[in-house]
């Protein structure tokens, strides 16, 4: 004391003679029943292609860590409840970048056809019903992937690039992650690769992907981030070398392949396996 409320304003003070650095310990008592939904772990790839798309795929788990339901679930119970602040969630709305396509969401028994995906004039408003609602202590794991064409995140300077992107999306309102991993794949045959990051991460070794017609491995660069927040829906740097010469690796390998089988096909179309001719020559001798 002294202090005063006021609908949802709590003043405390003036004090006197308090000395400078004091501390005294406050507790504030409140009811707020919205849903308090927490990302515990979101994986995000990133596949860079020069052939004109970028593709992009989350990994997510969510928790609703508010008050854990107590006793049994019942839908039909559920279903009769008409207030507006219920403690469960329903759904949430993610917004996707504007040029974003082939848009999916699906989790571990497959596509969730309950999404609905929405126009507006600077994103794509994706709205995600899980396929139960989620209760306090509830959790929910599902994968979400789309596509965007790679000349609105990626620079050329010769053989130089840069590849200007989100660190994260927006997952729904006040949304708060435990832990960010994020995966960037590049074509096969980058070289110098240096990232600039938009606030402080830690960096995670370097690897390889291997996927169809790969020699030598694609360069995955690797990051993480603990406690994300709406504010760190920031742009990351990357730049990289990259030949146009190895553009043309894979279209060789492929007319490379189909020239080998034809050669082998022509070979064995004029290779004789058949007795047939034999036994008639022992018959013209006898």
Excluded: C
């Amino acid at each position: 004391k002294p202090s005063s409320h006021a609908d949802t304003t709590i003043v405390y003070g003036p004090y006197d003679n308090v000395s400078a650095f004091s501390q005294e310990p406050m507790t504030i008592h409140f009811e707020n029943f919205a849903p308090f939904l927490t990302v515990t772990r979101l994986d995000r790839t990133i596949e860079v292609s020069h052939w004109g798309n970028i593709a992009v795929e989350e990994t997510i788990d969510i928790l609703h860590s508010g008050a854990a339901l107590k006793g049994a679930f019942s839908r039909y119970d559920y279903q009769k409840d008409t207030r507006t602040n219920q403690p469960s969630v329903r759904s949430y709305k993610t917004l996707l970048p504007a040029s974003a396509s082939g848009v999916y969401y699906r989790d571990t028994n497959g596509n969730i056809s309950t999404s609905a995906l929405r126009t507006l004039k600077d994103a794509m408003e994706l709205d995600l019903r899980p396929r139960f609602p989620l209760f306090g202590g509830w959790r929910t794991h599902y994968t979400l992937g789309y596509n965007v064409p790679s000349f609105e995140y990626l620079f050329q300077n010769n053989d130089n690039f840069l590849l200007k992107m989100r660190v994260i999306d927006h997952i729904f309102d006040d949304m708060a992650i435990d832990e960010v991993v994020v995966k960037i794949i590049l074509p096969e045959g980058s070289s110098n690769i240096k990232l600039i990051a938009p606030y402080s991460i830690t960096r995670h070794p370097d690897s390889l992907h291997y996927t169809y017609l790969d020699t030598f491995g694609r360069p995955v660069i690797m990051f993480s981030k603990r406690n994300v927040v709406e504010n760190h829906i920031n742009d990351f740097n990357l730049k990289y070398n990259f030949s146009w010469v190895m553009m043309l690796q894979e279209p060789l390998l492929v007319v490379g392949f189909l020239y080998i089988l034809f050669v082998f096909v022509i070979v064995w179309m004029r290779m004789d396996f058949s007795i047939i001719k034999e036994k008639e020559n022992h018959l013209h001798k006898d």
